[in-house]
């Protein structure tokens, strides 16, 4: 069966500092990948979805970025962390023709 | 663009009671439609799904209905428990050659002993 693991669970980073969170699915191959945002208060917002490898697509433009170096390895990345960067980040993967996403535990990032 | 319109929490009950909780849809073209549970510092769980009009997907006691007439796929239990508190997600998606999903902003159930 498929899994869908993302770490870290929690994250706790300055302003201004970097910030890289991983994400990799099991048990099959060629998955869509996606990072979507959960902010109190906004509910959930696409951030980014991948294809395939290194094929990244972009909902909404910010100071983050995405990577997807290997089959099942979707990586969320920045390089200086902003306060409204703060918020439950999710990872999913999806493959099915009737469009259904499956959600990994979430990571969440507070930024001081 | 498409959009979900589900009605805003919390919605507070008694253990045994009837829950119902109205979602709303926009889409262009024959979306799929899905509810989603969050319980508190976890991630989203499909609750159930339908991808078609009139289809009625259901799970763990809870239903709901594609209704292309009203746009609508109301969420709805006949009788829920304390371990049902959770925040619920109506959400659709239609295909162009991948998948991605639009949210409501969720509502929150509290059920109480």
């Known amino acids: 069966s498929q899994t869908i693991h993302q770490w870290p669970a929690t994250l706790v980073q300055p302003v201004g500092s970097p910030l890289s969170l991983e994400c990799t699915v099991e048990?099959?191959?060629?998955?869509?990948l996606y990072w979507y945002r959960q902010a109190a208060g906004r509910g959930l917002q696409l951030l980014f979805y991948?294809?395939?490898?290194?094929?990244i697509s972009s909902e909404v433009p910010q100071n983050l970025s995405a990577s997807r170096p290997q089959d099942r390895q979707f990586i969320l990345s920045s390089k200086k962390l902003l306060l409204s960067d703060s918020g439950f980040y999710l990872c999913?993967?999806?493959?099915?023709?009737?469009?259904?996403?499956?959600f990994g535990e979430g990571s969440r990032l507070t930024v001081l | 663009g498409d959009s979900v319109t589900q009605m805003e929490g919390p919605v507070t009950l008694s253990e045994e009671a009837f829950l119902t909780i109205n979602c709303t849809y926009t889409?262009?073209?024959?979306?799929?439609l899905f509810w989603y549970v969050q319980y508190p510092g976890e991630g989203l769980q499909l609750l159930l799904k339908?991808?078609?009009?009139?289809d009625k997907g259901s799970n763990k006691g809870f239903e709901a209905t594609y209704r292309k007439e009203t746009t609508s796929f109301h969420l709805e239990k006949g009788s829920v428990q304390v371990s049902d508190s959770a925040v619920y997600f109506c959400?659709?998606?239609?295909?162009?050659?991948?998948?991605?999903?639009?949210f409501g902003k969720g509502t929150m159930l509290l059920v109480s002993p």
């Open positions: 889409a262009t073209g024959y979306p799929s």
């Open positions: 991948s294809v395939g490898i290194g094929q």
């Open positions: 339908a991808t078609k009009a009139d």
């Open positions: 959400a659709l998606s239609v295909s162009r050659g991948y998948s991605t999903l639009t």
């Open positions: 999913a993967w999806g493959g099915t023709v009737t469009g259904e996403l499956f």
């Open positions: 048990g099959t191959s060629n998955p869509n």
